[in-house]
Structures are given as structure tokens and as C-alpha cells.
């Protein structure tokens, strides 16, 4: 069995050491990675922003990406090498990458290098990245593909609402939907929806997890 999961945010570069990023810290990616593993299930290949919680356990390869070019890139290239029987995409993917930039005279700075600190106001032109989850079903036929819907402070049915909306028009085969307001510590709810709209509610990463690892493996086995 061959395992894609997904962990972490992408950063999008903006000249030379200056990067737009998240604040996704991959630990609930990490613990799926972990559960799969401890389950002694195929090949796990961990694709991660720098700086996410890697699994504890060995797992087959962990795989560093920077913007989501790279992340839809290397997908590609571990889709095309093997059969992918579940994918995990638990990453917090930028909607946004970097277009240009100018400076209050309105010319274009040049990003390759450091920008400069001469500059009393910077414009950033931003331009929308693929939507990598659409192309799932496409690189990744065969697959059991869990979605992740995260949202902030919204009503119960709009996060369930918008999570089933992800779902149907990606072609997914269950969706966690979380609302970041129920995170803590040792909270993180959830709610994995399927493709008939039943819905099962968890209270920790770890038992987030363990249902992803069941709901998959029921799917291919």
C-alpha cells in the first residue's frame, strides 16, 4: 500500500530570505503518518513545509517542500512513479503566491535579491495558485482521498456546509472538517464527513488519526 500524506504549510517566496507562510505547525499530519505506521501499512511518503512536526515513527520517506509549485510538482512525480492507494492531504496550502512587486513610485523592485530597506512602502501584487486538491482524483486515481476543511469561528452548519461543498466538487472520499477555534493543546475537534454526508465527530488528533487510518484501509482492503 502506497501512503501520500500531505503535512505542514507551504511558504511562498517574496525575494530572497522573505517568505509568506502559515502558522499550520503538520501535528496532525505527523500523528496520521504515525498511525499508518504503527498499523504496519505500505509505503508512507511524508510531504512537509520546513519547519512541521515530523512523524515519529520511520516512515518511508519525508519529503521538504517550499510554495505549491513544488508541492504539485513532487505529487506528480511520486504519482507517476507508484499507485497511490490512500492520499492524506492535510497541508494548509497557500491560495496565493507572489506576483510582483513595486514601490510607492510604482516601479517594479527586482525579488531575486534581498529587498531593500531603502523602500518606505512596498505594494505586493499577489496572483491565486492551482487549487492542488482539484487534481487529486487526477494524479491519484485509485486512491481513498481525505480532504481537510479548516475555517475560524464560523457556525457549526456553515463548517459542515462548506466541508460537503469540498467534498462533492473534488471528488473526495471524506473530509475533515475543524474549526481552529476548537483547538488547544490537547483539543482538536473534528468532524469526517463521507460521501453520504455521515458525519462522525473526534475530540483529539490522535483519535482524528485512528479514524482516518480505519476509514481508509475499509475503502482499500
Do not use: W
Not at 462548506?162 to 468532524?191: M, P, R, T, W
Amino acid at each position: 500500500m502506497n501512503i501520500i500524506i500531505t503535512s505542514g504549510g507551504t511558504s511562498e517566496r517574496i525575494d530572497a530570505v522573505r517568505r509568506i507562510t502559515n502558522n499550520s505547525t503538520g501535528r496532525l499530519g505527523a500523528a496520521i503518518a504515525d498511525k499508518f505506521a504503527l498499523e504496519g501499512f505500505g509505503n508512507i511518503f511524508y510531504l512537509c513545509g520546513r519547519g512541521a512536526v515530523l512523524p515519529k515513527s520511520n516512515v518511508s520517506d519525508i519529503i521538504y517542500i517550499e510554495g505549491v509549485d513544488s508541492l504539485e510538482f513532487l505529487i506528480k512525480q511520486i504519482c507517476n512513479r507508484y499507485t497511490i492507494d490512500v492520499f492524506v492531504h492535510a497541508m494548509a496550502v497557500s491560495d496565493y503566491t507572489i506576483a510582483s512587486a513595486v514601490d510607492v513610485c510604482g516601479e517594479e523592485i527586482d525579488l531575486t535579491n534581498k529587498i531593500s530597506s531603502k523602500h518606505n512602502e512596498i505594494t505586493l501584487k499577489l496572483k491565486k495558485t492551482i487549487k492542488i486538491i482539484s487534481h487529486l482524483r487526477e494524479y491519484a486515481p485509485l486512491a481513498a482521498i481525505f480532504g481537510f476543511k479548516l475555517m475560524d469561528n464560523v457556525q457549526h452548519e456553515i463548517l459542515i456546509s462548506a466541508a460537503f461543498e469540498l467534498l462533492k466538487k473534488n471528488n473526495c472520499d471524506f473530509v475533515l472538517a475543524n474549526d481552529s477555534k476548537y483547538f488547544s493543546e490537547n483539543q482538536h475537534i473534528g468532524y469526517l464527513i463521507d460521501k453520504d454526508k455521515n458525519i462522525s465527530k473526534y475530540y483529539t488528533k490522535e483519535e482524528i488519526a485512528a479514524a482516518i487510518v480505519t476509514s481508509a484501509l475499509k475503502l482499500r482492503t
